[in-house]
C-alpha cells in the first residue's frame, strides 16, 4: 500500500514536526524564503491527515534526505536501528566556526560524510537524536585554535583517526563493540593548537526512563519484601527494615552522582553558549 493510497490517514504530532525540521533545514540551506518557510510552516501545524501533510516538501529537492513521513505504521523492533538507517544525502553535510560556533544537534539526518571547520571556535555535532544515511558515516573534523566536540548515542560504534599537532583527538570511546544494526561513526580531520573531543552520552529524555525504571524496580522490590514479611511473621520485620535503608542509601547515592553529571554536562553547556555568544560578538566587531 502506497502513501498515495491512504491520504486520509491521521497524522500524529511526530509526523509534522518531522516535516517543520525538513522545512528548516530548506530555510537554512536557502530553498525557501523566510515567506514561503512561515506558509509552509503554518500548514504543517494545521495539517490533520498524510494527505494534508505530504505535498508541503514534495518538491524540495533534499526531501529524501531527511526520515520520510511514513503513511503506513510499521512495527520496528524495540531497541532496533533499522528505523535510523534511512539513506538519502543527509539534511546537512558541513558546519562552520570562524571566530563563531556551529551546532547540529536534534532530528537531523547524518550524511555519508559530514565536513566541519574550526577556527578560533567551536562546533558542537549531536547524533544522538540523528538518523544516519549510510550503516557507516564520516565526520571529519578540523580545528585550528578551536574545538569540535561529537556526542554519539550509546550502541554506535566509534573509530577515531584524526592526526593532532600541539592538538589531539579524543581516543576514549573507541574499542566498544556497537550493537547488532547500529551505525559505525569514523571521526577523522585534523587539529592544530585545537581539539576534537568524543563523548558518549543518553539523551535527557533516555536518563529519565532509567531514572523512572529504576524507581519502579525499588518500588516492585519493596513490594515483594513485604508480601515474604507478611508470610514470614514479625520476625523478618528487622531485616526488611535493614534491606530498605540499604535501598534508600544505594539510590540516593546513585541520584546523587547523576545529579552533579547532569549539573556538569549544564555548567559546561552554559559556558559553551556564553563562548559562541562572546565569539558572535567579537566577530561582529570586526
Known amino acids: ?65 531527511v526520515a520520510p513521513v511514513s503513511m503506513v505504521k510499521q512495527p520496528v523492533a524495540s531497541g532496533s536501528w533499522a528505523g535510523r538507517i534511512v539513506g538519502g544525502e543527509g539534511s546537512s553535510s558541513w558546519g562552520v566556526a570562524i571566530l563563531s560556533g556551529f551546532e547540529r544537534k536534534g532530528r537531523w539526518t547524518v550524511p555519508r560524510r559530514f565536513n566541519s571547520f574550526a577556527f578560533m571556535g567551536g562546533g558542537e555535532i549531536d ?7 549510510d550503516r557507516e558515516v564520516v565526520i571529519n573534523c578540523v580545528a585550528v585554535m578551536g574545538g569540535v566536540n561529537v556526542v554519539v548515542p550509546p550502541g554506535v560504534e566509534v573509530v577515531v583517526r584524526g592526526i593532532g599537532i600541539m592538538g589531539g583527538f579524543d581516543h576514549r570511546e573507541e574499542g566498544r563493540p556497537g550493537e547488532p544494526g547500529a551505525p559505525r561513526v569514523i571521526v577523522t580531520g585534523f587539529a592544530f593548537w ?40 514479625a520476625r523478618s520485620d528487622g531485616l526488611g527494615d535493614m534491606y530498605d535503608a540499604l535501598d534508600e542509601a544505594r539510590d540516593l547515592i546513585r541520584e546523587r552522582h547523576e545529579e552533579r553529571r547532569e549539573r556538569h554536562e549544564e555548567r559546561r553547556e552554559r559556558h559553551r553558549e556564553r563562548r559562541e555568544a562572546r565569539d558572535r560578538r567579537r566577530h561582529g566587531d570586526y
Open 127 to 133: 547524533l544522538r537524536e540523528a538518523n544516519f544515511a
Open 1 to 65: 500500500m502506497t502513501d498515495d493510497e491512504l491520504p486520509e490517514l491521521r497524522a500524529s504530532d511526530a509526523d509534522r514536526e518531522r516535516v517543520a525540521e525538513q522545512l528548516r533545514d530548506a530555510l537554512a540551506e536557502g530553498r525557501l524564503d523566510m515567506e514561503e518557510f512561515e506558509e509552509r510552516l503554518e500548514a504543517t501545524y494545521k495539517a490533520r491527515t498524510y494527505g494534508e501533510l505530504t505535498p508541503i516538501t514534495r518538491d524540495l529537492p533534499g526531501a529524501a534526505a
Open 194 to 233: 585545537g581539539g576534537v573531543g568524543v563523548e558518549r552520552k543518553l539523551t535527557r529524555a533516555e536518563r529519565l526512563r532509567i531514572k523512572e525504571e529504576r524507581r519502579q524496580e525499588k518500588l516492585e522490590r519493596r513490594a515483594a519484601r513485604k508480601e515474604l514479611q507478611g508470610s514470614q511473621g
